[in-house]
């Protein structure tokens, strides 16, 4: 069993729907949390990062963390065209000097259709 | 892209002939870190780095060395590339001495061996 599960997808959505993407995670050491989005033969981006348990918003963007079920999420408002891509969920403990390690899931593959 | 560059961007080699992927950032990050991309497995650790001649395992280690004699230089060496090392290998930055544990992403390097 991976440490991060990651629903594959593809996901197909109109534009203008909420987006919900998952992960489950088994390592109970893991405390910080990113969600990167990743256009095609591109690099993954920074969407997301959270320490702790709870929500953050920027703009369209929700991340949600629930530690006690091992579970995040990825919550896109109104989404459009441009954010079809994949998106990847990855997090990591503390490597000693503070550095960290990260374990990614497969990625969800998202269309926003017009 | 967070000043990162990775060279050469595309590279088809032979089977058993050794391979150098280079990293350079201007940013000045104390981590640097070499990731593979490949279907199903989403994106594994291979080897990081902590400092100037400061380098250790990941996950999928096995047929590649790194060296760092340079804070900006982080290179990754397949020693006799096979063919199941045909991947995108992405290099990845992050400072948290800063205070910050996110990781930034470059834009990849994707290889073919033959």
């Known amino acids: 069993q991976k440490e991060v599960e990651q629903d594959p997808g593809p996901l197909s959505v109109p534009e203008g729907a909420i987006v919900s993407l998952n992960c489950t995670y088994s390592n109970s050491a893991f405390q910080y949390f990113m969600w990167y989005r990743q256009y095609s033969r591109k690099g993954p981006e920074l969407l997301m990062y959270?320490?702790?348990?709870g929500n953050k918003e920027d703009g369209r963007f929700t991340a949600q963390v629930d530690k006690s079920s091992k579970y995040i999420s990825l919550f896109i408002r109104d989404s459009q065209p441009s954010d079809s891509a994949t998106y990847l969920c990855?997090?990591?403990?503390?490597?000693?000097?503070?550095?960290?390690?990260?374990?990614f899931g497969t990625g969800t593959q998202l269309k926003v259709e017009l | 892209d967070a000043g990162i560059t990775q060279s050469p961007r595309h590279k088809v080699t032979e089977t058993g002939t050794p391979v150098t992927l280079r990293c350079h950032q201007t940013?000045?990050?104390?981590?640097m870190y070499w990731y593979r991309q490949d279907p199903g497995h989403g994106l594994r650790l291979i080897h990081y780095s902590y400092g100037v001649k400061d380098t250790d395992k990941g996950e999928v280690s096995d047929g590649y060395s790194v060296s760092r004699s340079k804070t900006e230089d982080f290179l990754l060496t397949l020693e006799s590339a096979t063919s199941s090392q045909t991947s995108v290998y992405f290099c990845?930055?992050?400072?948290?001495?800063?205070?910050?544990?996110?990781?930034?992403f470059g834009q990849g390097t994707r290889l073919t061996v033959v």
């Open positions: 990845a930055i992050s400072a948290p001495q800063t205070g910050n544990t996110e990781a930034f």
């Open positions: 990855a997090m990591s403990d503390i490597l000693t000097g503070g550095g960290n390690k990260l374990t």
């Open positions: 959270t320490y702790s348990s």
């Open positions: 940013e000045n990050h104390r981590y």
